[in-house]
């Protein structure tokens, strides 16, 4: 008998509501200035010393951000750019010096186990391209000014790993006890000196389906998960926001309730601006329909003549089916094209317009057309952290065409 499944009906109601498009916005202009001169003031935090400090914005030391016009066009997004977000600072470095020795605890099974990474790597293998997006990715455009990373667009990039299948690991085990309804996992990142380790703790509980596609992964883009993006084993589950990709996961448990620690009881949740967190919110589960142009990023003039307008579409629901782009701020629309290899419903499609632009100024955007016939809404929904924005008029670029 399969376990019961959580109530996420609430979760469904506010993601077809982000979907119809919420509040009132205007459109927050990009400002290339501001962001090289933050890029310019702060300097890489030593656990992401290896990333490209030309192409990427520094909030914080635990905040880094891909520039717009630093992704390209090769489809994966490159470890030297891809963002970073942290909630807990990183474990010691010398987790990854031997990253076979690394163990997991698998619990909520017929038969409860701790594995090590050099087992994991007997019980199967996989790979899988998905979107990394961070919760916040677009909470810049906010107007009450959300407390977090100001990110724009650069906090999500597409992403290879390769491990093996959660679902493998628990066939492996017996399967899935009876009645649990959560799959809750708990990352290794230090917990500060005299602070209540529910307070602070990486730890965060989905619907036990989503075992279906996740991994135990040991490898990111072709190389071992470096430390700053959660090595030596990260569980991943794609289609979902980041913060349940847990880093350094130590434990992979299946529960009949959700996890009482706070970054689920109340963080990462939805609500109205000035309401505090609360487990009866919706969670910050399954992605939204989202696009937006990577090129020209509005960051120098473009030549008049042809121009190759360029950027991703990803959902974490319904796949991308079709994008459209704009030339003139959402007041009329065209069919852009793929291009590049389809990585499979949970990696981001590129796409592209072929426009021959006449010197003069643009605001040049785009929507994603889901299979299930959804677009992408123009207008943020408001909320208190300023979370899966997808409107697409925030995330407009502003073009000098000379």
């Known amino acids: ?150 990110w724009k667009v650069g906090a999500a990039g597409n992403t290879l790993w390769s491990g093996v299948r959660v679902k493998d690991v628990v066939t492996a085990l017996g399967g899935v006890r009876e009645g649990m309804r959560y799959m809750t996992s708990t990352g290794g990142e230090t917990i500060p000196p005299g602070v209540e380790p529910k307070k602070v703790m990486v730890e965060r509980s989905v619907p036990w389906t989503a075992m279906e596609e996740a991994i135990l992964a040991w490898e990111l883009n072709g190389r071992p998960i470096p430390l700053a993006h959660g090595g030596p084993l ?45 487990p009866t919110q919706p969670s910050m589960w399954e992605m939204n329909l989202k696009s937006f142009v990577t090129g020209p990023a509005g960051d120098a003039p473009v030549r008049a003549g042809d121009v190759q307008i360029h950027g991703v579409a990803f959902s974490g629901g319904s796949p991308v089916a079709g994008v459209e782009v704009s030339l003139d701020g959402g007041r009329s629309w065209q069919p852009a094209q793929f291009f590049g290899p389809d990585q499979g419903r949970y990696a981001w499609r590129q796409f592209v317009l072929s426009a ?9 955007t ?20 300023g979370y899966a924005h997808n409107g697409w008029r925030d995330h407009a670029v502003k073009v000098t065409v000379s």
């Open 1 to 150: 008998m399969k376990p019961d499944a959580p109530n996420i009906d609430l979760h469904r109601r506010w993601l077809l509501a982000a979907g119809a498009g919420g509040a009132a916005a205007g459109l927050s202009g990009f400002s290339p200035a501001s962001l090289a001169q933050q890029a310019a003031t702060k300097p890489l935090p030593p656990v992401a010393s290896f990333k490209d400090a030309d192409r990427v914005i520094v909030h914080s030391a635990s905040g880094v951000e891909t520039q717009r016009s630093a992704f390209g066009t090769s489809g994966i997004t490159d470890l030297d750019i891809l963002f970073l977000r942290n909630n807990l600072g990183a474990p010691n470095a010398s987790i990854v010096a031997n990253p076979d020795a690394w163990q997991v605890d698998i619990q909520g099974v017929t038969s409860p186990r701790t594995l090590s990474v050099a087992e994991l790597k007997r019980m199967g293998l996989a790979s899988v391209a998905m979107v990394l997006q961070c919760s916040g990715n677009g909470r810049a455009f906010f107007g009450h000014k959300a407390s977090g990373s100001q």
């Open 234 to 278: 990260r569980l991943v589950i794609p289609g979902f926001y980041g913060v349940n990709n847990i880093k350094y996961v130590k434990r992979v448990a299946f529960t009949t309730e959700e996890t009482d620690a706070n970054i689920q009881a109340s963080g990462y949740r939805v609500r109205a601006v000035g309401m505090k967190g609360a």
């Open 356 to 364: 021959k632009l006449p010197p003069g100024s643009y605001v040049i």
């Open 366 to 385: 785009s929507r994603a057309i889901a299979a299930d016939g959804s677009v992408q809404p123009e207008l943020r929904v408001e909320n208190e952290r």
